[in-house]
């Protein structure tokens, strides 16, 4: 379960404060696969990354009962100048899992080759989302926050990808930004709206994705 009370977060856009997410109070249940919509631009990423921690509300306060991950997909998250293997070696101190076990679960999973083993700051834009993501799936959260990323890489990688992402949720509950909604309906069981700095949530994911269109037309 993840909570939001009177939270607020805004920007700094040509010298005039623009509101993202506007005083939002709401609540997202545990055991789904939520999709977060919303048009370019709504604040999707940046809401991720306030559950996530990794970025500060303006005001107001996000509780959550379960450990949640990082937003997958930002490559940013990780050291550009240590090498992927020294990366994820970094995470699992951090997280307190089995070191040998990450590496080798992350260089089975990423299919990085040599690449492992040099700095993230060599990578393509793929490469690092493997990365974040094996990095990710090799970690147990209660909520995985994701970003786009399980569409990298060619058509082996995304199955995948998709096998692992649904063995998790099998235990674990997931936020997904994705624009594609043939992946959302492959990953997701109900979903969020973020509009106009608020959200409104669906049990029903087909609503969802009903309410979402509306916007865009």
């Known amino acids: 379960m993840i909570r ?25 249940p545990s055991g789904k696969s939520l999709a977060l919509l919303g048009r370019n631009g709504a604040g999707k990423s940046t ?5 996530a921690g990794t970025m500060q509300p303006d005001s107001g306060t996000i509780y959550s009962d379960g450990t949640i991950s990082w937003p997958v997909g930002f490559g940013a998250s990780f ?24 590496l080798a679960f992350v260089e089975q999973f990423a299919d990085l080759g040599a690449h492992y083993h040099m700095p993230v700051r060599s990578y393509s ?6 990365l974040v ?26 199955r995948k990808s ?18 594609e909604m043939a992946q959302v ?9 973020l509009d106009r700095g608020r959200v409104t949530y669906f049990e029903d994911l087909e609503e969802a994705i009903a309410m979402h269109e509306r916007l865009l037309a």
Request: aromatic share 8%; glycine share 8%.
């Open 4 to 28: 939001f009370k009177n939270l607020t977060k805004s920007f700094r856009v040509n010298g005039q404060r623009q509101i993202v997410i506007d005083n939002l109070t709401a609540e997202l």
């Open 47 to 51: 809401l991720l990354q306030l559950i």
């Open 79 to 102: 050291h550009r100048e240590l090498t992927g293997a020294q990366n994820v070696r970094f995470v699992a101190r951090i997280y307190g899992v089995d070191t040998d076990s990450l």
């Open 125 to 130: 834009a793929g490469m690092r989302g493997r």
């Open 133 to 158: 993501f094996g990095t990710s799936m090799g970690i147990h959260f209660d909520t995985y926050l994701v970003d786009e990323v399980t569409s990298v890489g060619d058509q082996q990688f995304k």
């Open 162 to 179: 998709k096998a692992v992402f649904l063995e998790r949720m099998k235990q674990s509950s997931a936020i997904m930004v994705s624009h």
């Open 185 to 193: 309906k492959a990953f997701c069981n109900a979903g969020v709206v």
